[in-house]
């Protein structure tokens, strides 16, 4: 009967708590917001109380009684510490970097510990993750830890409800809250594997005629990297190097070309999340090689730049492109 009774509670709590809709900002954990039951140990302990108990009466065993109502006490104040483990923690739902699709967000998450003794034992568990965590928090310690959550779509992902539950110090009783943040996390496109060759840049081919951004002035030889124009393969020091490495001519610019990454230029026998998927590599290869890109996604167009905040400005269109 108490163990149907746990797995009804189990069931409508979540409910109750969804209905109210995610937590906006801080939680702080009170006595309402917080449930308790005994846990299958506890339900045991409590089967041989009431044995012992009987066996006690049945016998008028004096130290039977008092070892009974000692187990009892024990039991009781128990209960209290399992519930007090989590009375009163405050929660703070921090923010996660972009991620792409299948990769995994990490969402910082702080535990602030307010009260004047410690909190042992606090076991996080949170959905798709195979293991929960186990926390323990000082007294007037802001606790920092970091969740993994799965990814599988691009788009802004919502935090999933989340669970604190605590069994200590002595496992009878297991005392439980929701937390459910109200904090998103963006989801880039997954990036395509392998790579397809990046678009030729529209100043490559006159950079050795001194016309293009900043490209008159050359600069120096470096190592050929994922993206260059096999234009700009310097065949001279290459030879006169006498070893297998691809070596490439850079210009004062630093860009090595402008180039314009488009939606309506890619096949058509491609699906709109590899057409996403694609642009996405690009935007991050160009980015790596120092060229000036811009993105023309349908509507939107983001003209040429180059700098992390240009491809995260880039990666954020492409994530949540209506396609």
């Known amino acids: 009967m108490l163990a149907a009774a746990m797995n009804w509670v189990e069931r409508i709590a979540p409910v109750i708590r969804i209905a109210r809709g995610p937590h906006d900002g801080d939680l702080r954990l009170d006595r309402r917001k917080i449930f308790i039951l005994p846990t299958r140990a506890g339900l045991m302990f409590g089967v041989l109380l009431i044995v012992m108990l009987l066996t006690s009466v049945n016998y008028a065993l004096s130290l039977g009684y008092a070892l009974t109502f000692l187990l009892i006490g024990v039991g009781l104040v128990s209960m209290l510490h399992t519930w007090r483990n989590l009375l009163g923690l405050t929660l703070r739902a921090g923010r996660a970097e972009p991620v792409h699709a299948g990769e995994l967000a990490e969402l910082g998450l702080t535990l602030q510990n307010s009260r004047g003794r410690a909190r042992y034992a606090i076991e996080l568990t949170v959905p798709g993750n195979a293991q929960s ?4 928090i000082a007294p007037g310690v802001d606790q920092l830890i970091s969740v993994a959550l799965p990814t599988h779509r691009r788009g802004w992902q919502t935090a999933p409800r989340m669970r604190l539950s605590s069994r200590w110090p002595l496992g009878l009783w297991q005392a439980w809250a929701w937390w459910h943040p ?7 496109p997954q990036l395509e594997t392998p790579a397809a060759p990046l678009p030729e840049s529209s100043s490559i081919g006159n950079e050795f005629n001194g016309r293009g951004r900043g490209e008159d002035d050359f600069s120096a030889i470096r190592a050929f990297r994922d993206g260059d ?5 310097a065949w001279k020091a290459m030879a006169r190097s006498g070893r297998d490495d691809l070596l490439v001519l850079e210009f004062e610019g630093g860009g090595g070309g402008q180039m314009w990454l488009e939606w309506s230029a890619l096949s058509a026998s491609l699906s709109p999340e590899d057409r996403l998927s694609r642009l996405a590599r690009w935007v991050v290869d160009a980015e790596s090689a120092g060229l000036s890109y811009g993105l023309r996604l349908n509507s939107l167009t983001i003209d040429r730049a180059s700098g992390a905040s240009h491809q995260a400005e880039c990666l954020q269109a492409l994530a949540l492109a209506q396609v």
């Open 133 to 136: 965590t186990l926390i323990d």
């Open 182 to 188: 109200q904090v998103r996390m963006l989801v880039l």
């Open 229 to 233: 124009s096999t234009r700009r393969l």
